[in-house]
């Protein structure tokens, strides 16, 4: 799945050159494979470089610490025995200075895994609850859910960012080399606009994928602490106040609850559409369900 | 000719997929019994807590000799027992034990101001939230283990290496009969 993204890329690519060069589909070809590396390799420095620095950016968007053992020693009972029960090694712990109540997971390998807590959900959740939302978030690390939402993050970066550079050559001109600048100007907008639409159905694409995501890190929660109904608990309670003053939309996504609360007319289910999380009404119904 | 590197081809795919089998049901043996041995060093801690709880409650509990002496015994019975049914019932019985200690610990509220108490307290509460933890391991591996031994291609491999469907930890039909009857609360 995750190599939809960078195909997805390459077809942008192709079809942009096919056009530019129709019908001379050989020429077309021939700049294709002669752009492809660099193309290739400009991808994978990005992203080699996004991937190694992303930890230590949302640390700093967040505003996050180590937790304390000492101090917190209920917690790091908790998510111990959680990860003693499924056989996981114990993740890092970090705390958020906020009465806000929310949580995230993060890390792309064992070295960096780590889960963040605020301390409004400390201290506000009871035992089982706070069981339940670390129950979650561990479950978003063994399923992975952490890597993919990153590297999906990366590829609709990258990808924003070519949309934006065909724009810019758009409007500043052509190269001069073509001879007739008339059509190559509709040519670049006919490209620019698959470019677009490409664009946007990857992010449709991404935010479906967090959504489906979502609830899976539910249901493997309540395989863990075989509770739902304290998990449907800690939900009702994180649904009251979980806005966290966070200036990154991207960091935003991790978080276990993310938007307003609810989706009462059509403008607002249009916009579910593009929420990261599915509506918290919903989670609790699926999860008193179980 | 083209015979010959048929039956080849197939006696290659074979070899294969027996390798792959076989080296699967040994990854989930080898997982069920380090599940096993983390039990054990769970137990240990427990056994060694024990001692030093008795301790902390020894200046205000002197006349509960009957309690302190039961899971004084069941805690040896457990440290002692050696087959593997004798260390479930001897583990039960602990449990049981310290079970009604709690119980009696509830009539003497001078012992909640003592800052040790509530330490080991706590301590102990951990160590068997991490038995269950370890138990539910446990069984989780115990259930992929006998799900490969028992599913079609593999069991065919696991038959040839006389390997059965294993026990889960639960608590038997005595035991539980036992434990579905609410504690007696003498006062």
């Given at each position: 799945m995750l190599l939809a993204f960078p195909a997805v890329i390459l077809l942008g690519v192709y079809i942009f050159f096919s056009f530019l060069y129709y019908p001379y589909y050989q020429v077309a070809n021939w700049y294709f494979l002669f752009y492809l590396p660099w193309i290739a390799g400009g991808v994978a420095i990005w992203f080699l470089i996004a991937y190694k620095f992303h930890s230590s950016l949302i640390r700093l968007s967040t505003k996050s610490t180590t937790l304390n053992r000492k101090e917190n020693m209920r917690v790091?009972?908790?998510?111990?025995?959680?990860?003693?029960?499924?056989?996981?090694?114990?993740?890092?712990?970090?705390?958020?200075?906020?009465?806000?109540?929310?949580?995230y997971a993060s890390g792309l390998n064992e070295k960096t895994y780590a889960v963040t807590l605020t301390?409004?959900?400390?201290?506000?959740?009871?035992?089982?609850?706070?069981?339940?939302?670390?129950?979650?978030?561990?479950?978003?690390?063994?399923?992975?859910?952490?890597?993919?939402?990153?590297?999906?993050?990366?590829?609709?970066?990258?990808?924003?960012?070519?949309?934006?550079?065909?724009?810019?050559?758009?409007?500043?001109?052509?190269?001069?080399?073509?001879?007739?600048s008339k059509i190559d100007g509709r040519v670049m907008l006919v490209a620019l606009a698959i470019g677009v639409v490409v664009y946007m159905l990857t992010i449709l694409f991404k935010f479906a994928l967090s959504r489906k995501r979502e609830y899976l890190a539910d249901a493997s929660a309540v395989e863990m602490t075989k509770d739902p109904i304290a998990m449907a608990s800690a939900l009702r309670k994180i649904s009251t106040n979980h806005e966290l003053d966070v200036k990154s939309a991207d960091v935003k996504q991790?978080?276990?609850?993310?938007?307003?609360?609810?989706?009462?007319?059509l403008f607002n289910k249009l916009a579910g559409l593009f929420a990261t999380h599915p509506p918290i009404d919903k989670r609790i119904a699926v999860l008193e369900q179980m | 000719m083209i015979g010959l590197w048929v039956v080849i081809g197939i006696v290659v795919v074979l070899i294969i997929w027996y390798v792959v089998a076989n080296n699967k049901l040994v990854a989930l043996k080898n997982n069920r019994e380090n599940a096993f041995a983390d039990i054990d060093v769970q137990l240990k801690q427990r056994h060694d807590l024990i001692p030093q709880l008795i301790g902390a409650v020894k200046g205000y509990m002197d006349h509960e000799k009957e309690i302190l002496t039961r899971v004084t015994e069941a805690r040896s019975g457990a440290m002692n027992a050696k087959s593997i049914n004798d260390k479930v019932s001897a583990e039960n019985?602990?449990?049981?034990?310290?079970?009604?200690?709690?119980?009696?610990?509830?009539?003497?509220?001078?012992?909640?101001?003592?800052?040790?108490?509530?330490?080991?307290?706590?301590?102990?509460?951990?160590?068997?939230?991490?038995?269950?933890?370890?138990?539910?391991?446990f069984n989780s591996a115990t259930k992929e283990l006998n799900t490969a031994i028992e599913s079609i291609p593999s069991n065919i491999v696991a038959g040839m290496k006389k390997m059965t469907v294993q026990p889960m930890f639960d608590l038997g039909r005595e035991t539980r009969a036992k434990m579905d009857v609410a504690p007696e609360i003498k006062f």
């Open positions: 790091y009972n908790l998510t111990e025995n959680l990860c003693i029960s499924v056989g996981m090694k114990m993740p890092k712990l970090h705390v958020i200075q906020s009465d806000a109540l929310n949580a301390t409004g959900i400390i201290d506000r959740l009871t035992d089982k609850e706070l069981e339940g939302v670390i129950a979650h978030e561990l479950s978003h690390i063994r399923n992975k859910d952490v890597r993919l939402l990153i590297i999906s993050i990366i590829f609709v970066g990258i990808l924003g960012f070519l949309v934006q550079l065909l724009f810019r050559s758009l409007l500043y001109g052509g190269s001069g080399r073509r001879k007739d991790m978080f276990i609850a993310n938007g307003k609360s609810k989706r009462k007319n | 019985e602990l449990g049981a034990a310290m079970g009604a200690f709690n119980i009696q610990v509830e009539a003497y509220p001078d012992l909640k101001a003592s800052a040790n108490f509530m330490q080991l307290q706590t301590e102990i509460s951990d160590i068997e939230n991490k038995l269950a933890a370890v138990r539910r391991f």
